[in-house]
T-cell receptor, first 113, second 117 residues
Framework: GAGVSQSPSNKVTEKGKDVELRCDPI?????LYWYRQSLGQGLEFLIY????????KSGLPSDRFSAERTGGSVSTLTIQRTQQEDSAVYLC???????????FGQGTRLTVV | AQKITQTQPGMFVQEKEAVTLDCTYD???????LFWYKQPSSGEMIFLIY??????QNATEGRYSLNFQKARKSANLVISASQLGDSAMYFC??????????????FGTGTRLLVSP
């Protein structure tokens, strides 16, 4: 596709349920990032995939959060046993392995009720 | 330690005036890239400008310029001739390791700019 695609755009889930958020990066982009943004706040880094290297998971807030990237392309962020504090916009971005900008998707707005 | 620091939570400017948004960074890597993004109320992240650590000249893109002071580790964004549509959140970001393998893109906390008529 032309840009980074995230799905769903909105997700409402009950506390305690698991959710999966999907990111389709721009074709050919080897770097993929997940960020979380609470209302009116900055971007909190979650996880970074770079080619075949081990992902940088240093930003994942708890073991309820995990992510995978299959075939170096599509990525799924999974949140298990969701809590109300997980409510936020989850942004995905991709970039080339070069000093160029990262392109962002439109985000998934997650609401845990 | 914070990698990227934006000390101005909010800034106000009148239309047609210039405004400078501050950004300082912390790295020991000699090779890095600095980025500015704009996030309007719609939520999309819009790339504005990039500065490489080895670039000799300050980056410019239309009304945006980056005042790169390497020794001070600052990368301030200058917006000239502000427009009402410039009202948004602005984020400074850094990516280290251009020579040794790129690391993650790290963002500052942002500055909210309000342009008044």
């Amino acid at each position: 596709g032309a840009g980074v695609s995230q799905s769903p755009s909105n997700k409402v889930t009950e506390k305690g349920k698991d959710v999966e958020l999907r990111c389709d990066p721009i074709s050919g982009h080897t770097a993929l990032y997940w960020y979380r943004q609470s209302l009116g706040q900055g971007l909190e880094f979650l996880i970074y995939f770079q080619g075949n290297s081990a992902p940088d998971k240093s930003g994942l807030p708890s073991d309820r959060f995990s992510a995978e990237r299959t075939g170096g392309s599509v990525s799924t962020l999974t949140i298990q046993r969701t809590q109300q504090e997980d409510s936020a916009v989850y942004l995905c971005a991709s970039s080339l392995e070069a000093p160029t900008e990262a392109f962002f998707g439109q985000g998934t707005r997650l609401t845990v009720v | 330690a914070q990698k990227i620091t934006q000390t101005q939570p909010g800034m106000f400017v009148q239309e047609k005036e210039a405004v400078t948004l501050d950004c300082t960074y912390d790295t020991s890597d000699p090779s890095y890239g600095l980025f500015w993004y704009k996030q309007p109320s719609s939520g999309e992240m819009i790339f504005l400008i990039y500065q490489g650590s080895y670039d000799q000249q300050n980056a410019t893109e239309g009304r945006y310029s980056l005042n790169f002071q390497k020794a001070r580790k600052s990368a301030n964004l200058v917006i000239s001739a502000s427009q009402l549509g410039d009202s948004a959140m602005y984020f400074c970001a850094m990516r280290e390791g251009a020579d040794t393998g790129f690391q993650k893109l790290v963002f500052g906390t942002g500055t909210r700019l309000l342009v008044s008529p």
